[in-house]
């Protein structure tokens, strides 16, 4: 474990001198002659899928290279949403132009069509060689100039045709790339449940994958799935010649019997389903004994419905898992349910289990794992260690070896509070990481809420009076229980950026109670025994201000060589005017929502909508090593995508995902 292996004090310069060697090192191994050249057969795509991230520190391109790539999601594979560039820094962040925008075919179709209307724009695009590829929320995928923004070549997938996807509606967050031998190919995951393949040079359909260069994700998953119930909304991972896939389920059932998350690996070539994990263990597999009574028959969900990361280089995928059916009742699903609410290692040829981890025993939160785990190799005196990091909802960050699946610091099960619902059988512990510790607030207590004036902490002891509240773990109840965090984190599903330079993990976070009331479920509508009521579903601080102090949303920075924390800052200005308002004095930054982050070798890059129209759309850059605020630039729209970077002809550009309703696009900043 890590705190074995680090016997002596590891500085920041020991760090980067380590890295360095062994960069050096790999680029002697791996890279004798250049990288970049152009497939012949294809001269706007690249070969290979550069910067490779076939192992987590993969042979970056320096900051002053002419082009380099965001081949993934989170950039590499292991979702570090790390680039090594340095043209932007905190110093010229003011001084960003509009370099282009890109208005998705969303907007025509909404005019003419309001009830397809989505909600925010999430999307993080890719960049390879001289291309952007993106998707939109009806389900668009198009290809882009990445200096211009103009449109290279479109494909509908005509997902809009099916009506309104289950969950958050039309809601979709990116593609995936392969290529392999001079074809490449674009794959992209829809809401309507569909997996399609693309050539990427010219966004046609591969008509040999699949039915006509798609295929129907509702087949294979050992039960028949009604469409409607199931989706896709997060970007593929391919290793290999395998693309793997996980879903999004219906969050709100009516009946025990959901369709399960099983996760699929499929031939990237064809089509064809290699292999399936069952996420609900079925008769005979490991895990199906804790689903008591055969709930594993039934069940379902248990879904992932956030990133997928892998190391090409040891073949694995690790996958984050959701919660089973129903959220807040398991009074149908007794025991604790596994692979819920775990991290899990598969083989990614063969879709076998090498190791799992589960954080949630018998899940009544909501606490699905929200987000890719981020693959870290930690520089350390006796060497680097292959390491996981996984964000959740509750506020902790669960780091494993990842080879092994050993916990890098010891993971305690600790006593948590009972369930008085009949038929409950709530897990009498949960797993508690004593390192690092929480990275936002955990549980409510009467310490924990506002306090600027004593007449608004009197007024928030007076709302939350009628509620069950305490440490976290605190089980839902007929009286109404108050989650801390709610559903909505902790963190969520834009995750956490690694540097690699510096073992710093940084995690936006946000606090965010919610109060979850249950109820006896109607025969004539349902067959749980208790459902969650609708009847309270959030709860308002005083005058309209947050229920607890500040922060309401910040960024720590984690030494994941230590495992503390090495700082934490607010998250812009959240309230802040609306506490002014109150005639209170300036308390400064209070934090709240942004997007995800985006890590370069100069600044972490954070964006950051408006708070109840009182202040700018803004793409902000924190120093890294001690987050204050370097320097920031107005956006034209709220942004919602994590922000993406790459180098091209020389120059850098950030482009982020914004708006929503009629007006979402795509906005590229540089330099002047």
């Given at each position: 474990?890590l705190?074995?292996?680090?016997?002596k004090t590891?500085?920041?310069?020991?760090?980067r001198?380590?890295r360095?060697l062994?960069?050096?090192?790999?680029?002697l191994?791996?890279c004798?002659?250049?990288?970049f050249?152009?497939d012949p057969?294809n001269?706007?795509?690249?070969?290979?899928d550069w910067?490779?991230?076939d192992g987590?520190n993969?042979?970056w391109?320096?900051?002053?290279?002419p082009n380099?790539?965001?081949?993934?999601?989170?950039n590499?594979?292991?979702s570090s949403?790390?680039?090594p560039l340095?043209?932007i820094?905190g110093?010229n962040?003011?001084?960003?132009?509009?370099?282009?925008t890109?208005?998705?075919?969303?907007?025509?179709?909404v005019?003419?069509?309001p009830?397809?209307?989505?909600w925010s724009?999430k999307?993080?695009?890719?960049?390879?060689?001289?291309?952007l590829?993106?998707s939109t929320?009806?389900?668009f995928?198009?290809a882009?100039?990445p200096?211009?923004?103009k449109t290279?070549w479109q494909?509908d997938?005509?997902?809009?045709a099916d009506?309104?996807?289950t969950?958050l509606?039309?809601?979709?967050r990116?593609?995936?790339?392969w290529?392999?031998?001079?074809?490449a190919?674009?794959?992209m995951?829809?809401?309507?449940?569909?997996?399609?393949s693309?050539d990427?040079?010219?966004?046609?359909?591969?008509l040999s994958?699949?039915n006509?260069?798609r295929?129907?994700?509702?087949?294979g998953?050992?039960?028949?799935?009604?469409?409607k119930?199931?989706?896709v909304?997060?970007?593929p991972?391919?290793?290999?010649?395998?693309?793997v896939?996980?879903?999004?389920?219906?969050?709100?059932p009516k009946?025990?019997?959901m369709?399960?998350?099983?996760?699929?690996?499929?031939n990237?070539?064809?089509?064809e389903?290699?292999?399936?994990?069952?996420t609900i263990?079925?008769?005979?597999e490991?895990g199906?004994e804790?689903?008591?009574?055969g709930?594993?028959?039934?069940?379902?969900?248990?879904n992932v419905?956030?990133g997928?990361?892998?190391?090409p280089?040891?073949?694995?995928?690790?996958f984050?898992t959701?919660?089973p059916?129903?959220?807040?009742?398991g009074g149908?699903?007794?025991?604790?349910?596994?692979?819920?609410e775990s991290?899990?290692?598969?083989?990614?040829?063969?879709g076998?289990?090498?190791?799992h981890f589960?954080?949630i025993?018998h899940?009544?939160?909501?606490?699905?794992?929200p987000a890719?785990?981020?693959?870290?190799?930690?520089?350390t005196q006796?060497?680097?260690?292959?390491?996981?990091a996984?964000?959740?909802?509750?506020?902790f960050?669960?780091a494993?070896?990842?080879?092994?699946?050993?916990?890098?610091?010891?993971?305690e099960?600790r006593?948590?509070?009972?369930?008085?619902i009949?038929g409950e059988?709530a897990?009498?512990?949960q797993?508690?990481?004593?390192?690092p510790?929480?990275?936002d607030r955990?549980?409510?207590s009467?310490d924990?809420l506002?306090d600027?004036?004593?007449?608004?902490?009197?007024?928030a002891?007076e709302?939350?009076?009628?509620?069950r509240?305490?440490?976290?773990?605190?089980p839902?109840?007929?009286?109404g229980t108050?989650?801390?965090p709610?559903?909505?984190?902790g963190?969520?599903w834009?995750?956490?950026?690694y540097?690699?330079g510096?073992?710093?993990?940084?995690?936006?976070?946000?606090?965010?109670?919610?109060?979850v009331?249950?109820?006896?479920?109607?025969?004539?509508?349902?067959?749980?025994?208790?459902v969650?009521?609708?009847?309270?579903t959030?709860?308002?601080g005083?005058?309209?201000l947050?229920l607890t102090?500040?922060?309401y949303?910040?960024?720590?920075?984690?030494d994941?060589?230590?495992?503390?924390?090495r700082?934490?800052?607010p998250?812009g200005?959240?309230?802040?005017q609306?506490v002014?308002?109150?005639g209170?004095p300036?308390p400064?930054?209070?934090?709240?929502?942004g997007t995800?982050?985006?890590l370069?070798e100069t600044?972490?890059?954070?964006?950051?909508?408006g708070?109840?129209?009182?202040s700018?759309h803004?793409?902000?850059?924190?120093?890294?090593?001690?987050g204050?605020?370097?320097g920031?630039?107005r956006?034209?729209?709220?942004p919602f995508?994590t922000p993406?970077?790459?180098?091209?002809?020389g120059?850098q550009?950030?482009?982020?995902?914004s708006g929503?309703?009629q007006?979402t696009k795509?906005?590229?900043?540089?330099?002047?």
């Amino acid at each position: 474990m890590l705190h074995r292996l680090v016997s002596k004090t590891v500085t920041g310069q020991h760090i980067r001198r380590l890295r360095a060697l062994f960069l050096a090192s790999l680029t002697l191994l791996v890279c004798p002659m250049p990288i970049f050249a152009a497939d012949p057969s294809n001269s706007d795509l690249p070969s290979s899928d550069w910067p490779r991230s076939d192992g987590l520190n993969s042979d970056w391109p320096n900051s002053d290279w002419p082009n380099s790539d965001w081949p993934n999601y989170g950039n590499n594979k292991g979702s570090s949403k790390f680039a090594p560039l340095a043209q932007i820094d905190g110093e010229n962040v003011s001084d960003l132009v509009f370099a282009w925008t890109w208005a998705t075919p969303d907007n025509t179709v909404v005019k003419s069509q309001p009830s397809l209307t989505p909600w925010s724009f999430k999307v993080t695009p890719l960049k390879v060689g001289n291309r952007l590829f993106t998707s939109t929320s009806l389900g668009f995928v198009a290809a882009l100039d990445p200096v211009t923004g103009k449109t290279l070549w479109q494909f509908d997938t005509q997902t809009y045709a099916d009506g309104r996807p289950t969950n958050l509606g039309f809601n979709h967050r990116g593609v995936a790339y392969w290529s392999d031998d001079g074809e490449a190919r674009i794959l992209m995951p829809t809401n309507n449940a569909y997996l399609w393949s693309l050539d990427a040079k010219t966004g046609k359909p591969d008509l040999s994958f699949g039915n006509g260069g798609r295929v129907d994700l509702t087949v294979g998953l050992g039960r028949e799935i009604d469409r409607k119930l199931y989706s896709v909304i997060s970007s593929p991972m391919v290793v290999g010649d395998i693309v793997v896939v996980g879903s999004s389920i219906m969050d709100a059932p009516k009946t025990q019997k959901m369709p399960p998350g099983h996760v699929r690996g499929f031939n990237v070539k064809t089509g064809e389903q290699v292999w399936i994990f069952n996420t609900i263990p079925q008769r005979g597999e490991f895990g199906s004994e804790t689903w008591a009574d055969g709930a594993w028959q039934y069940s379902g969900n248990t879904n992932v419905w956030s990133g997928i990361s892998a190391d090409p280089e040891l073949g694995y995928i690790y996958f984050p898992t959701g919660t089973p059916t129903n959220d807040w009742y398991g009074g149908h699903r007794v025991g604790h349910n596994l692979f819920a609410e775990s991290l899990v290692c598969v083989d990614a040829k063969t879709g076998k289990r090498v190791w799992h981890f589960q954080m949630i025993h018998h899940g009544l939160w909501d606490y699905d794992l929200p987000a890719a785990p981020t693959l870290i190799d930690i520089p350390t005196q006796e060497g680097v260690v292959k390491a996981v990091a996984q964000v959740s909802k509750q506020a902790f960050v669960y780091a494993f070896n990842r080879v092994t699946g050993e916990p890098l610091w010891p993971i305690e099960e600790r006593p948590v509070p009972p369930s008085d619902i009949p038929g409950e059988v709530a897990s009498p512990t949960q797993p508690f990481p004593t390192k690092p510790l929480p990275f936002d607030r955990q549980g409510l207590s009467d310490d924990d809420l506002i306090d600027f004036t004593p007449e608004l902490r009197q007024e928030a002891l007076e709302l939350v009076a009628p509620f069950r509240r305490g440490p976290i773990y605190t089980p839902p109840s007929l009286q109404g229980t108050i989650n801390m965090p709610g559903w909505g984190g902790g963190a969520n599903w834009s995750g956490a950026a690694y540097d690699p330079g510096s073992g710093l993990f940084y995690v936006p976070s946000v606090t965010g109670p919610m109060v979850v009331v249950l109820k006896e479920g109607n025969p004539d509508e349902t067959d749980f025994r208790y459902v969650r009521s609708s009847s309270v579903t959030r709860i308002r601080g005083p005058k309209g201000l947050p229920l607890t102090k500040p922060p309401y949303g910040r960024v720590t920075a984690i030494d994941m060589i230590s495992g503390d924390h090495r700082w934490v800052v607010p998250n812009g200005d959240g309230p802040r005017q609306a506490v002014i308002d109150q005639g209170i004095p300036d308390p400064g930054p209070l934090g709240g929502r942004g997007t995800g982050p985006l890590l370069t070798e100069t600044a972490l890059f954070i964006a950051q909508p408006g708070q109840q129209g009182k202040s700018e759309h803004v793409l902000r850059a924190f120093d890294k090593q001690t987050g204050g605020v370097l320097g920031h630039v107005r956006l034209p729209a709220a942004p919602f995508g994590t922000p993406m970077t790459y180098m091209h002809d020389g120059k850098q550009y950030i482009v982020i995902a914004s708006g929503m309703a009629q007006d979402t696009k795509l906005v590229a900043l540089r330099l002047p």
